[in-house]
């Protein structure tokens, strides 16, 4: 009989140790942190370049502020790889330089404009100054007009070719910077963020 007063007990026991075992190995675990980065300074320079850029990342499977730092430099190195570029580095578009150029190429081939409209202006005002009755002053007349009409189509067009350069480099610029920012958004949508740029 004294056995079988103790198996009660000892079932009990253990099924008590047993249940005490499954709840722990059952129960929820806390979520892995994110190790601490190995550069800090550059998890913080990306996050600055983030918010530069307009880029906004929201964790949406929970990710802790350390894994989303990791997570956004991973992803700036990614984006820089496959583009090529990289927004911390690259220089600023120059409008003004790319237009100077643009102007001073415009300028070297309309060279001899201002020559070329004074000729034709010429010829024309020699036909009307003849039939006015002097051909040489009506040459004269419509040479210096032709000039002046050569000079300033020739600076409109080192004007407008200088426009057009600077709106170039900056539209070109533009695209570099769209296309990283899409290559960062794949990566980071990718590992869970809901993202926007």
Not at 28 to 35: C, D, W
Not at 171 to 196: H, I, P
């Amino acid at each position: 009989m004294h056995v079988t007063r103790s198996t009660p007990v000892t079932l009990l026991l253990i099924a008590l140790v047993a249940g005490v075992a499954g709840a722990q190995a059952s129960g929820s675990k806390p979520a892995a942190a994110a190790a601490p980065s190995a550069n800090p300074q550059q998890d913080a320079a990306v996050a600055e370049q983030f918010k530069k850029l307009g880029l906004l990342a929201y964790p949406a499977k929970g990710q802790s502020a350390d894994k989303q730092k990791k997570d956004q430099t991973e992803c700036y190195a990614w984006a820089k790889d496959q583009t090529s570029f990289d927004p911390m580095t690259a220089a600023a578009p120059n409008a003004d330089s790319a237009a100077k150029a643009a102007q001073a190429q415009t300028a070297e081939a309309t060279k001899g404009t201002a020559v070329k409209g004074a000729a034709k202006g010429a010829a024309a005002g020699a036909l009307i100054g003849a039939a006015a009755g002097d051909a040489g002053k009506g040459a004269a007349v419509g040479a210096a007009a032709g000039g002046v009409g050569g000079r300033a189509g020739k600076k409109k067009a080192e004007k407008q070719a200088g426009a057009e350069a600077g709106n170039a480099a900056v539209a070109a610029s533009n695209q570099q910077v769209d296309t990283f920012k899409k290559a960062v958004g794949t990566c980071m949508t990718g590992r869970g963020y809901t993202f926007t740029k």
